[in-house]
């Protein structure tokens, strides 16, 4: 007779958790005879927008457009430079682009993975127009240092806080410290719809262009020229885009709005947990906690040091091959073959460089069990242990 072999189930890198309020809300849209851009949007701006406590927040179709639209909304001359940096995802460089602008890449600190103001400084060459901050994994970004470093008023930055809902900067939320800044609500964001983004200001100017940008140019939507009594007439005043967001992702957000508050302490503990489990691994390096203000644990990206005794690409495959998936936040945009044509001769983007061969993005959600991250943990450590045991006697190859 056989022997029952208990196997473990896969941990996947993100599991995106969409609650039975939430899909009754998007079932109770979705029969009400109008999905698109509506009334829930409408209504999921006024709860966003009080969330982070900015004045105006505009619904758009995911925060890559996001970015583009707020930096349309800056209103630059066209192929004016916007700083960002080279760690970071590669629709936010596309973006820079797409709104018709060069993108200048700065190198980042080795600790924080985002730009700090001497990797600045040394990327502003003639100088720059407007900036592109990243706030990477969930840590905030000093936006106001580094709007200085770059020679820059807040009203030239866009932030990139698809990492950062629920970060906060001292004692304030990211949302309305810059001229604009843009979310995310990716499938694996800290608040999921599955897509969809929020442009957040109190700038009234750029609320208002936004709007209009999201939708073509068009100077109404398709909801305000149906109401009753309403024009079916249009006027196309901008050179705009199809990135509106709709009632049923919005219907959605607005229920997962809700729990974000405990969602966000969840992935707290979690991020502690991993701390714990991770700090006797020798060669493992955490991701570091902000002197001040509030992470908001979208990542948990951990570098692996030499002293470990395997790469990063073999721990990956070894955890892969238990069922434990990873991912890489990011790989450096300088590397990428488009956007070499971008940069700088001379350009220095050593910390990015070094770092890139090192980080791993664990499993992290907050539905992700304690007893998961230990399962994780262990793993590594034994990867760790036996490559240290194996180093001078050759044995048969570990599970890669």
Not at 45 to 61: I, L, M, N, P, S
Not at 184 to 195: D, M, Q, R, V
Not at 368 to 375: G, K, N, Q, V
Request: hydrophobic share 45%.
């Amino acid at each position: 007779m056989a022997l029952a072999i208990e196997t473990e189930q896969p941990i996947p890198f993100a599991r995106t958790v969409i609650t039975a309020r939430a899909r009754q809300a998007a079932s109770r849209v979705m029969a009400s005879g109008w999905v698109t851009t509506g009334p829930e949007v409408v209504a999921f701006e006024k709860d966003f927008a009080q969330w982070v406590g900015a004045q105006h927040a505009v619904g758009v179709a995911s925060c890559t457009a996001a970015i583009e639209i707020s930096l349309r909304a800056l209103e630059l001359a066209p192929g004016s430079r916007v700083l960002t940096s080279t760690i970071t995802f590669c629709g936010a460089i596309h973006a820079i682009i797409h709104a018709g602008h060069i993108p200048v890449l700065a190198d980042v600190d080795p600790v924080t993975l985002m730009p700090n103001a001497d990797t600045i400084a040394a990327a502003l060459g003639r100088g720059v127009d407007a900036m592109v901050v990243t706030h990477y994994g969930g840590h905030g970004a000093p936006v106001m240092e580094l709007a200085a470093a770059a020679r820059l008023p807040l009203s030239r930055v866009v932030e990139d806080a698809a990492h950062a809902l629920g970060t906060t900067i001292g004692a304030r939320r990211v949302g309305s410290i810059s001229g604009a800044t843009c979310f995310s609500f990716y499938a694996t964001k800290n608040l999921p719809i599955g897509e969809g983004g929020m442009i957040t200001t109190d700038d009234a100017r750029i609320a208002s262009l936004s709007r209009t940008l999201r939708i073509h140019g068009m100077s109404g939507d398709a909801w305000k020229r149906y109401m009753p009594g309403a024009s079916w007439r249009y006027d196309v005043t901008e050179d705009g885009i199809k990135a509106n967001m709709t009632d049923v992702q919005a219907a959605i957000g607005r229920v997962h709005l809700k729990s974000l508050a405990s969602w966000q302490r969840r992935r707290e503990e979690l991020a502690a947990h991993y701390d714990t489990g991770l700090s006797f691994v020798r060669g493992i390096v955490p991701p570091p906690h902000p002197a001040e203000g509030r992470h908001a644990w979208h990542l948990y990206v951990i570098k692996v040091k030499p002293e470990f005794g395997v790469t990063r690409d073999k721990l990956i495959s070894a955890l892969t091959a238990q069922g434990i998936h990873c991912s890489v936040h990011f790989i450096p945009n300088h590397l990428q073959p488009y956007f070499r044509r971008f940069i700088a001769r001379g350009s220095d983007f050593s910390a990015a460089d070094a770092a890139f061969r090192e980080i791993v993005s664990l499993p992290f959600y907050h539905s992700l069990t304690t007893r998961e991250i230990d399962r994780v943990c262990a793993a590594i450590a034994e990867i760790g242990a036996f490559s240290r045991v194996t180093t001078t006697t050759p044995t048969p190859a570990f599970r890669w």
